[in-house]
Each structure stands twice: as C-alpha cells, then as structure tokens.
C-alpha cells in the first residue's frame, strides 16, 4: 500500500499545526508521520497519537520515533476511528481527497490519494463520528482540495453541527486550490453533548430549521419522567437555522408542546434551549401511507383518536394549520397510535378550525378509505361540521364521531 510522501498540502498543514496543536492530539491517517513529528516538538503538546490504516506506514513512522526518540508519540492502526478511544484536544486530518479516476469502466482504488467516488465520502465518515473524539472546545486541523466539491464538504460540516474558519488557502497548478479550515463544535452541539445526546445525525430541513436525530442517555435527565427509566431513547432535534428568523416558532412549538403533551398530544418534549428544542423521535408511518396497510376496524379506532385530539385543539382556541393536508404532520408509532408532529404554526384563534379541515382532508382521500372497505359520506360529515363550526360543543362533535363509527 502506498505512503502518501509530504508535499504542499502537507507543508501548508504543518505551519498551522506548529501554531494551533495542543494538548492530546489525534493525527488520524498519519501517512509520513510529518504533522504528527511536527507537533511533537511543540511543548504545547502533552501526546500524541498517530492512527493510519496502512501498516507499513505505522512501521516506518515508529523507525522514525525510535530514531528521534519521541516518546510523545504512539502508533495505532485504524480505519479512521474505528480503534480510536478517548478525547482529544487537537484531531488533525489531512484525508486523500481526489475524486476517484477510471481505467476503462473500474475505479483506481488507492486510499492514499483517492476520498471516495466523489472526493469527500470520506471526509463525511470522519465529520460523522468526530465529535465525539473531541473535547468541548477541541479544535479539528482539516486540509482539503477544490477538486473535493467545496459547497459539499461545507454542508458536511454544518450537518455535523460544526463551525469551520478559513485558516489558510493556497493556490496550485491546473487550477487547484487547497482549502484549510480550523473547526471546532457548535454552541449548540456542545449544549446537546452536555445533555447527554450523542449519535447526532442530520435527517432534514425544513424552511426554517433543520431536523437531526440523536441517541439520549436518560439518567442525564433530571425531574422528568423520563428519569426513573435506564434505556436510552432515540430522540428528534429542531434546530433554528443560522439565515432562517425561526427563533419565535422554535419558542412557541416548545410552549405549545408543554400545554399539549400532558394532554396526550404531540411528541414528548424532553428539553429546549435558544435556538433549539428536543423531543422523543417518533418511529412511524405517515397517515396517508398507514391507511393502505390497515384493516377498516383499526382505520376507524385510529380516526376517532384523531377526531378526539383535533376537537381538543378546538376547545383550547388552537389552530395546528395543517389539518387540511396533513400528509407530513400525523405519524401513526408502533402502537398505531396517531402522533401530531411540527406544532411551530399553532397560533391562538376565536375560530379553530382543526376537525373541519381534517374532515375535508379525508372527504377528499375517500376512494383510498373505500379501498379498505371503509365508506364515509362527505356531504352527512359536511353537513354536522357547519353545526360544528357554528358551536364547538360534546353534542356536535358526537354528531360528527357517529358519522366514522
């Protein structure tokens, strides 16, 4: 296997790791053992272990430590964290980051100069676990190349709830450019480690936030009534983007979610923050998609569940806005019990309207409940909604429950 020998990449890596290095360092995929040997003469620097995945490289590294007689340093062969254990003050990371060639129709496969496919699938496998090998305000020593696609190494990072610096950037012949970034973890990602989530991955965003997912250890949580249980839970997170002015939903979902949970709606809120808030992940199926697996008795159970839960919304004066089209916000978990997500719109109303949209909303899917035998009548439900809308009260929303019974 090929040792990557040091050239402008590496020696724009060293200046920097002279200056930032300190503490318990990582240099993972060492290679030559240049930034490694670089930082070990720095007394800022307590030790340092250099991880690679090419054994001769590791060989020859410990000729050259035993040589100089560094006992800073320690070798150890790993594919990237893999046998890493430990926290570290510094992690440097110059990863191969050329988007892989071709002979004919098959990829090169050389791990010292190639990160992937693409370039940067590599660079995602470390940002995915890095966090976790970093101390709260450690800081990360990341090289990469323009060949690498710059707008998606930046997104790689940002999903990781990472901020990045441009420490130094270097121009190369046929119009290359190296890119060095000092990274260091969130406010946020630092908030949420300390709370005891790890694992955190990012599932999606929306317009004014982005969605991540995370492991919780729950004796970290304290006067819940989550405490007494040991398990840990996976758990959704709802992150107000940087450019998004989200920051009153972020507030006004959490107030709402507290009202509402003790009532039995929603997902179960745990904790928030500023810019955040953390509730217990729903694993389900999207109502729509549910109804095509379900026989009409559970389709009906479920129905009056969720008639039940948009009249209580009713009665509190609330308004979710989307009841008419909720393709996205009822997740049905794995006790088929309906779970109203994404109450960042709910706003206080003389006039809620949540049951009547929600009405319309299956008036309209009617071929697909007649699909499981289930019949319902549009123009009757139609017809006792107007009462209902006229006056939100037990009787007329029984006049509405019979009508799906």
């Known amino acids: 296997m090929q040792i990557y020998p040091p050239a402008e990449d590496s020696f724009l890596l060293q200046k920097l790791v002279r200056k930032y290095a300190l503490g318990r360092v990582l240099d993972l995929g060492t290679g030559s053992g240049i930034q490694a040997l670089t930082a070990a003469a720095s007394p800022l620097v307590k030790e340092i272990l250099a991880a690679d995945i090419n054994p001769e490289a590791l060989e020859k590294l ?28 510094t992690i440097i990371f110059n990863p191969p980051y050329l988007p892989q060639d071709k002979i004919g129709k098959e990829l090169i496969a050389d791990p010292a100069l190639y990160g992937g496919k693409k370039g940067w699938e590599l660079s995602a496998r470390f940002f995915q676990e890095a966090s976790k090998f ?46 060095l970034y000092l990274i260091e973890k969130s406010k946020i990602l630092r908030e949420l480690e300390r709370k005891g989530i790890e694992e955190i991955q990012y599932l999606s965003h929306g317009k004014r936030g982005n969605v991540f997912t995370g492991i919780l250890d729950r004796s970290k949580l304290v006067k819940t009534h989550f405490s007494s249980k ?35 709606i929603g997902p179960k809120l745990l904790f928030s923050g500023e810019d955040f808030l953390v509730y217990e ?44 089209r909720p393709l996205k916000h009822i997740l049905l978990d794995k006790n088929n019990f309906p779970v109203m997500i994404d109450f ?11 049951l009547t949209q929600f009405i319309e909303f299956i008036s309209r899917i009617k071929s697909e409940l007649e699909k499981k035998n289930f019949q319902i009548n549009p123009e009757g439900l139609r017809a006792s909604a107007k009462l209902y809308k006229k006056k939100i009260a037990p009787e007329t929303f029984k006049s509405l429950l019979v009508q799906i019974n």
């Open 230 to 264: 040991k398990d840990p839970i996976k758990v959704a997170i709802k992150i107000k983007r940087k450019e998004s002015q989200a920051q009153e939903r972020i507030e006004n979902e959490t107030k709402w979610l507290k009202i509402l949970n003790p009532k039995g």
């Open 344 to 354: 960042e719109r709910i706003t206080e109303t003389k006039k809620p309207h949540n």
């Open 62 to 89: 410990n000729q050259e430590i035993k040589l100089k007689k560094f006992r800073k340093i320690k070798t150890i062969f790993s594919d990237l964290f893999s046998a890493i254990e430990g926290k570290f003050d």
């Open 134 to 179: 970093l101390v709260p305000n450690g800081k990360i020593l990341f090289l990469f190349s323009s060949l690498t696609n710059k707008p998606k190494i930046e997104e790689i990072i940002a999903h990781n709830l990472l901020e990045s610096k441009l420490l130094a950037q270097e121009r190369l012949p046929l119009f290359e450019e190296l890119y």
């Open 281 to 324: 992940f729903v694993e389900g199926t999207f109502f729509p998609d549910w109804i095509k697996d379900q026989p009409k008795p559970e389709i009906k159970r479920v129905l009056s569940i969720i008639f039940e839960q948009c009249y209580l919304l009713d009665q509190l004066g609330l308004n979710k806005e989307e009841m008419h």
